[in-house]
């Protein structure tokens, strides 16, 4: 595995591993892997290398690990028997380095089940006294969120705040904020 083609093959599989997995492209299989990256091994020895690369990727993405814990992870795996060699290794290494966000973020995304907010602004806006109205110098709070999820459409919602249910607004936030607080310092 010293020769830098093996490296190469070896990068190519542990992208075409997480192209498939992680990023949703079906197009990637493992026969197009097999007759791209490996067409002289033997359909076993493909079929073990994949499997093995596989389930050291889904060990790292599960662990979310970072680099030192990567580094512990492959060097434990070299010392094994049936593992994977120093430079498999360096190739593992430097794709989950190049990887770990954009899978993090694959994983995150497919793992929720609700809308989230995509967007929020929000402004202050003062109403100058009219002759016609007593209504004179009020404020209001104007909240405007886009909710949605990703690959879909979004919904927007506009909030109009007098200075009365904003502080009820900022009472209850406060109140969740101690709760929360509260069930972090249990557990």
Same mark, same amino acid.
């Given at each position: 595995?010293?020769?830098?083609?093996?490296?190469?093959?070896?990068?190519?599989?542990?992208?075409?591993?997480?192209?498939?997995?992680?990023?949703? /492209?079906?197009?990637?299989? !493992?026969?197009? #892997? *097999?007759?791209?990256?490996?067409?002289?091994?033997?359909?076993? =020895?493909? $079929?073990?290398?994949?499997?093995?690369?596989?389930?050291?990727?889904?060990?790292?993405?599960?662990?979310?690990?970072?680099?030192?814990?990567?580094?512990?992870?492959?060097?434990?795996?070299?010392?094994?028997?049936?593992?994977?060699?120093?430079?498999?290794?360096?190739?593992?290494?430097?794709?989950?380095?190049?990887?770990?966000?954009?899978?993090?973020?694959?994983?995150? /995304?497919?793992?929720?089940? !609700?809308?989230? #907010? *995509?967007?929020?602004?929000?402004?202050?806006?003062?109403?100058? =006294?009219? $002759?016609?109205?007593?209504?004179?110098?009020?404020?209001?709070?104007?909240?405007?969120?886009?909710?949605?999820?990703?690959?879909?459409?979004?919904?927007?919602?506009?909030?109009?705040?007098?200075?009365?249910?904003?502080?009820?607004?900022?009472?209850?936030?406060?109140?969740?904020?101690?709760?929360?607080?509260?069930?972090?310092?249990?557990?």
């Amino acid at each position: 595995m010293a020769d830098p083609e093996s490296s190469k093959a070896l990068s190519g599989l542990l992208n075409g591993i997480a192209q498939s997995r992680y990023y949703g /492209n079906e197009e990637i299989t !493992e026969e197009l #892997l *097999k007759r791209e990256l490996y067409p002289e091994l033997p359909p076993d =020895q493909f $079929r073990a290398l994949h499997d093995k690369m596989l389930g050291i990727i889904k060990s790292i993405v599960s662990a979310d690990m970072d680099l030192n814990q990567i580094d512990a992870f492959l060097t434990a795996q070299t010392k094994k028997q049936g593992g994977i060699t120093a430079e498999q290794s360096l190739v593992i290494a430097k794709f989950w380095k190049n990887h770990k966000k954009k899978i993090r973020e694959s994983v995150i /995304n497919r793992s929720r089940w !609700e809308n989230t #907010l *995509k967007s929020l602004k929000w402004r202050i806006d003062v109403k100058s =006294q009219s $002759r016609h109205t007593d209504q004179g110098n009020s404020s209001a709070a104007i909240v405007e969120m886009e909710i949605g999820t990703k690959g879909q459409g979004s919904e927007f919602l506009c909030i109009e705040l007098n200075e009365i249910k904003m502080n009820e607004m900022l009472k209850k936030l406060s109140e969740v904020e101690e709760s929360l607080a509260a069930l972090t310092q249990i557990s």
